[in-house]
């Protein structure tokens, strides 16, 4: 239940009910103050100036009762007078003592004996007059008689209810005293209790308060600890619904360690395939390397017979020449000539043969190219997956923050792998393409030779048929041998640039042949990386 609050909510409700508690212990002691002041006022204002009252009247009326007995005994009349003078101004204060504390009375008690000093008070005053008499008069013993029967009975009767009254108020005020201190004591005992009361409950709402926050921030502490020291097995403890902020706190981390540990695994098997495919483009590599070597070594067999071929040609130009020179004799070295049209017809089939066989090579080279093509169609897919996966990779990485940064660095170097290995295949198949160009026409330019060979064949197998005739057809062979020169002129030609095209498929296939390795170089370099990721991925254990 108490899970449903938050931290705020759980301190704002913990320190409300010390404050309550705070609120009740000051509001008990000023209850119980208030009582104290009651007491202390009541003591001060009625109790003890009721004391005050009664005890100033009393020694006032000890004062009368000396002055008229000093009175009584003076001969000198001034002192006389003065006794009678002091004796009024005395009698004065307690009339105005008694009409000060006639309001003071409320109790029906206290009134009752204010009216016995009253009817004392109205029993006294007839005495004085006649008293002052007999003593202006010097009667001494008539107003020592006066004194002693009439005058000291109600004197002392007088003092007798101020005395009852003090009594009584002392008794009031000593009650007022002991209600203060049992009041006094009754509030320390009850802030003290109080007091304690709220100290341990504070101290229990305190001890309930901690454990509640602690407990879900120690076992978050805990987790974090195990997440720091890579280890991500273990199921997460069923968590209730709550809005404790250290509670949510633990639940998300929970959450976060389960999402480390699908990353994680994630990023093992996404390094397996990594791998797999590394080693996959690392033998394609080699299979293409072995590919460019038999197409080096097919290429410098078609040279050294393009080289061959141009030499027969340069051959059969300058027995053309010759056979011009010597045409204006054809007459009489028609034998002659016969064996020499005989040779140069077997030079002939030599040369087609040699054309024929440079043609067959050169298909062949045009196929290996096109299997080049096709391994390096499997290197760009293979290049496009590696990258896929290094997006994959990255974008996981993204995911785990701060935590997935070293991840993100692998995958951007895998990504950059795979980026220039997709470089280097659309240079190969760049390469390819032009080498399938130049051997479309190299094919094209032996084609043409081979029909010009075959011509030449059909010419010399009629020259040597018509060997008869050339003692007869001397012009005729001029202008048949002139046309030879034109048509071994032209295969000179072709020869020259079919050796520069082969030439350039050479160099291509040599291009071809460094890029491969550098393809190789790369796929180490991608098995190395995933190597490495493997290695920082089983840091973790799941």
Request: aromatic share 2%.
């Given at each position: ?48 100036p ?67 000093i009253r ?46 009254l ?145 030499v027969?040609i ?41 054309v ?62 795979a ?9 190969i198949?760049k ?8 051997v479309?026409q ?22 040597s ?69 493997q ?8």
């Open positions: 239940m108490l899970h449903q609050f938050t931290v705020r909510q759980k301190l704002l409700g913990g320190f409300s009910l010390l404050i309550l508690l705070l609120c009740a212990v000051v509001l008990i002691a000023y209850n119980k103050l208030q009582t104290i002041q009651n007491n202390i006022t009541e003591i001060k204002e009625d109790r003890y009721k004391i005050v009252l009664s005890q100033r009247i009393a020694l006032n009326l000890l004062y009368i009762s000396r002055g008229v007995r000093d009175g009584v005994l003076a001969r000198d009349p001034q002192k006389v007078e003065q006794q009678i003078r002091n004796v009024e101004i005395l009698r004065a204060n307690n009339r105005a003592d008694l009409d000060k504390m006639e309001p003071m009375l409320s109790t029906p008690e206290g009134r009752a004996l204010f009216a016995k009817a004392a008070q109205d029993s006294q005053r007839p005495l004085f007059e006649p008293l002052y008499g007999l003593m202006r008069s010097h009667q001494t013993d008539a107003a020592r008689d006066m004194l002693e029967n009439q005058f000291a009975p109600t004197n002392n009767a007088f003092i007798s209810a101020l005395l009852s003090r009594d009584r108020q002392q008794s009031r005020l000593d009650k007022s005293m002991q209600k203060a201190m049992d009041s006094s004591q009754q509030a320390v005992a009850i802030l003290l209790g109080t007091a304690l009361a709220s100290l341990l409950l504070a101290m229990a709402v305190a001890l309930i308060i901690s454990n509640l926050i602690t407990s879900p921030l120690r076992r978050s502490a805990d987790l974090v600890h195990q997440i720091k020291q890579g280890d991500l097995s273990g199921l997460s403890e069923p968590i209730p619904p709550a809005r404790d902020e250290a509670m949510l706190i633990a639940r998300d981390i929970q959450e976060m360690r389960e999402g480390l540990r699908q990353m994680v695994q994630s990023i093992q098997d996404n390094a397996h395939q990594v791998s797999d495919s590394a080693r996959a483009l690392s033998g394609m590599a080699q299979q293409v390397a072995n590919g460019a070597q038999t197409q080096a070594e097919a290429t410098t067999s078609a040279a050294a017979s393009i080289e061959q071929l141009t027969s340069n051959q059969v130009a300058d027995n053309s020449s010759e056979a011009s020179e010597q045409a204006q004799a054809a007459g009489q070295l028609a034998n002659r000539g016969g064996h020499e049209v005989l040779e140069s017809v077997g030079k002939i089939r030599f040369v087609t043969t040699s024929d066989e440079t043609a067959r090579q050169m298909n062949s080279l045009t196929k290996e190219v096109q299997q080049i093509g096709n391994i390096v169609t499997v290197i760009r897919d293979v290049a496009d997956q590696t990258n896929l996966l290094a997006l994959n990779a990255a974008i996981e990485a993204a995911r785990a923050g701060e935590t997935g940064r070293g991840f993100a660095v692998v995958a951007d170097e895998v990504r950059k792998l980026e220039r290995t997709t470089t280097s295949a659309q240079e198949t390469m390819i393409g032009s080498i399938q160009q130049g479309g190299v094919v094209n330019s032996m084609g043409q030779s081979l029909d010009c060979v075959e011509g030449v064949s059909g010419t010399a197998e009629q020259a048929n018509s060997m008869r005739e050339i003692e007869t057809s001397a012009d005729t062979i001029m202008r048949t041998i002139h046309s030879i020169t034109g048509a071994l002129t032209e295969q000179r030609s072709t020869s020259l640039s079919l050796a520069q095209d082969m030439e350039k498929v050479s160099r291509m296939a040599e291009e071809n042949n460094a890029t491969v390795q550098e393809l190789a170089t790369t796929s180490s370099q991608l098995n190395a990386l995933s190597a490495n990721l290695s920082v991925a089983t840091r973790f254990r799941l």
